[in-house]
């Protein structure tokens, strides 16, 4: 198991008081572990700046399915990038509003060339792509 380090940092008083708010309402039990978790999300969002990187995420979409052809033309592009699709979920909000949910992985460019593909479809509402990490390299 690795050794843990310590270490002491230099932060404005007023700063320090926001940031201990900040993991008290997120539940963390000290600020290291709200540290670690900032030094990950880091770590994740350069792993991301890879266009070769292997990733995972999530492409949240938001359509309404009366929109002509839309439902099939998400579906044609998620066949099209079978190789990049792991899972989908499909919810039906209301009487017209859909929310789909497609779970992602592969090269970081080519995952975020297919959430813009899916997201640009004419008549998505809403689309956001979620970014994280296989786990590998991290600690």
């Known amino acids: 198991m690795p050794e843990t380090v310590r270490f002491g940092i230099s932060i404005d008083e007023r700063l320090l008081q926001r940031f201990d708010s ?64 792991i899972s989908a979920l499909h919810v039906h909000l209301d009487a017209h509003h859909c929310l789909e949910v497609v779970v992602v992985k592969g090269k970081s460019g080519e995952v975020r060339r297919l959430a813009d593909e899916l997201i640009g479809t004419k008549g998505v509402k809403h689309g956001k792509l979620v970014t994280t990490t296989t786990g590998k390299g991290l600690v």
């Open 22 to 85: 900040l993991i008290a309402d997120k539940g963390y039990s000290n600020r290291s572990e709200a540290i670690r978790d900032l030094i990950r999300n880091a770590l994740v969002e350069q792993q991301w700046a890879d266009a070769d990187e292997e990733t995972v995420g999530t492409v949240t979409l938001v359509y309404d399915h009366h929109t002509r052809d839309l439902a099939d033309k998400l579906t044609e592009q998620q066949h099209s990038h079978h190789d990049a699709i």
